[in-house]
């Protein structure tokens, strides 16, 4: 177990029906759970802790073991793995010994997976994980993971296109918002930030004074946990408008304190911020009666890179401001052309093209 306020790990064990504790070793001597684990071992035996099987385990087996050492604390992403392990791994493979989860039949079973081609693959890419952790644990021999051979086709293509909306689209849009749904859809385009960050920000997140906004956590279900990646918490800088906009909310809201959420709920007495099914809701009736379509709360994040691309935002600067930790995300992923810019590039380079070369007939026209 890790220690948050001494920053130290600790093995613990129950022994006559008490709860013991060791110092394993401080943060700075072991960076990460693994190389913690890994220093414990030494501690295991003697208590009765799981150890490394001899034998090649079975699936289920593995994934009891990878349950407790090794699943992922933050709450959404241990909720997506508990949903594909239960729903396609378990009644697939559940009995059948690891070492039989090769790269053909792993291929053949994910193409059979009612689910999109990048769901197929991030189920997938579990498999891996869970082959990867037996190596690890020494249950199989360290050798090339045999799931890196499968393929998903179209793993890298949407199904549906990732939808960004233009200026005068999201005008109409949040014209039709009431509040606090209204100052929520601005502060998710306006710094480009996950509904779970954005209903997760506290007043004390904000630097009235040097004008800063501190993504510091997340809310999935409620629950709150640490924000997706290291680079996504960031200070950010609030423009004076968007400053005056907050400053008016937190004089509306009952729930003002430093300590109480930006978008407390009154039906929780404010003990908790507004859901996400509730601002779903109310972005999908809102969308439709500005006739701009169906739009989700993460088309606010979508529309924020397309618009730094529109003001002509350098990528790398992109990047720091999506919070990406691969710029390949910000690349790739996210963003789309929704102003004309497109056409105005081909005019400017036609133009050239076209005046080099009428310039260059009317030089080789007699005089």
Not at 157 to 166: D, E, G, Q, V, Y
């Amino acid at each position: 177990m890790f220690d948050k306020r001494r920053k130290t790990w600790n093995f613990l064990w129950w022994e006559d029906g008490k709860r013991r504790s060791r110092l394993i070793g401080t943060l700075r001597e072991l960076p990460t759970k693994g190389s913690a684990w890994m220093a414990a071992q030494p501690f295991i035996s003697p208590y009765g802790v799981l150890q490394a099987s001899t034998e090649v385990p079975t699936v289920d087996t593995l994934i009891d073991h990878y349950r407790q050492e090794k699943m992922p604390m933050r709450f959404s992403t241990h909720r997506c793995y508990e949903s594909w392990i239960r729903n396609h791994i378990l009644p697939k493979w559940r009995d059948v010994p690891l070492t039989e989860l090769q790269a053909r039949p792993i291929e053949l079973w994910s193409e059979g997976l009612p689910l999109s081609p990048k769901s197929r693959a991030h189920v997938k890419g579990l498999v891996r994980i869970l082959w990867d952790y037996a190596m690890w644990r020494g249950d199989v021999p360290t050798q090339r993971n045999p799931t890196e051979l499968a393929k998903i086709k179209g793993a890298s293509k949407r199904i549906r296109a990732p939808c960004s909306l233009t200026v005068e689209e999201f005008h109409k849009f949040v014209r039709c918002l009431v509040e606090p749904f209204r100052t929520i859809a601005l502060v998710c385009i306006s710094f480009g930030l996950r509904i779970s960050e954005c209903l997760a920000l506290k007043w004390s997140d904000i630097d009235w004074l040097c004008s800063k906004l501190a993504v510091q956590r997340g809310i999935v279900r409620q629950r709150i946990g640490e924000v997706k990646t290291v680079y996504s918490q960031r200070k950010m800088a609030i423009d004076a408008e968007m400053l005056e906009i907050l400053k008016t909310w937190k004089q509306k809201s009952q729930f003002a304190t430093d300590s109480d959420w930006v978008f407390a709920s009154p039906a929780m007495s404010g003990r908790q911020p507004w859901s996400y099914d509730q601002v779903w809701r109310s972005f999908l009736r809102s969308a439709e009666k500005a006739g701009i379509g169906r739009i989700g709360t993460h088309s606010m994040r979508h529309t924020y890179r397309s618009w730094l691309d529109a003001v002509g935002t350098p990528v790398a600067v992109q990047q720091k401001l999506m919070r990406h930790a691969d710029i390949r995300t910000t690349m790739n992923v996210y963003g789309d052309v929704v102003t004309d810019e497109m056409a105005q590039a081909h005019r400017k380079v036609a133009g050239l093209a076209l005046n080099r070369l009428n310039g260059s007939q009317a030089d080789r026209r007699p005089s």
